[in-house]
């Protein structure tokens, strides 16, 4: 089970941290990755870390957003600076024992948070 914290309101060019803590379940040999669902659009892939510790980022975040790992606390971060409005959307964490490339599969196996609302304004 993933519970996922942090979202909120901040203006253009704020920073916000979402974490994502893990029970039931390691984060220390999974794909984790974070995605985001913005109002009328499909889900997005944000950020994935493989179970080799290989990283990505969706073009758009490249440089201002920041994923991390911490296995002895079994959580996960996403730092995300200098936020645009475009960044507005439901924030979903996720980890799965497959992968797909660096990121979880998406598989009926994978362990999604709860979503967490980051709304950016202008």
């Known amino acids: 089970q993933l519970q996922a914290s942090g979202g909120g309101l901040v203006q253009a060019g704020g920073s916000l941290r979402l974490s994502c803590a893990a029970s039931?379940?390691?984060?220390?040999?999974?794909?984790i990755g974070w995605f985001r669902q913005a109002p009328g659009k499909e889900r997005e892939r944000v950020s994935c870390?493989?179970?080799?510790?290989?990283?990505i980022y969706v073009d758009s975040v490249k440089g201002r957003f920041t994923a991390s790992r911490d296995i002895a606390k079994n959580t996960m971060d996403l730092q995300m600076n200098r936020l645009k409005p475009e960044d507005t959307a439901v924030y979903y964490c996720?980890?799965?024992?497959?992968?797909?490339?660096?990121?979880?599969?998406?598989?009926?196996?994978?362990?999604w948070g709860q979503g967490t609302l980051v709304t950016v304004s202008s």
């Open positions: 996720a980890a799965e024992a497959s992968g797909w490339g660096r990121c979880p599969r998406g598989g009926p196996s994978a362990s």
């Open positions: 039931g379940v390691s984060l220390r040999h999974v794909y």
């Open positions: 870390i493989s179970r080799e510790g290989l990283m």
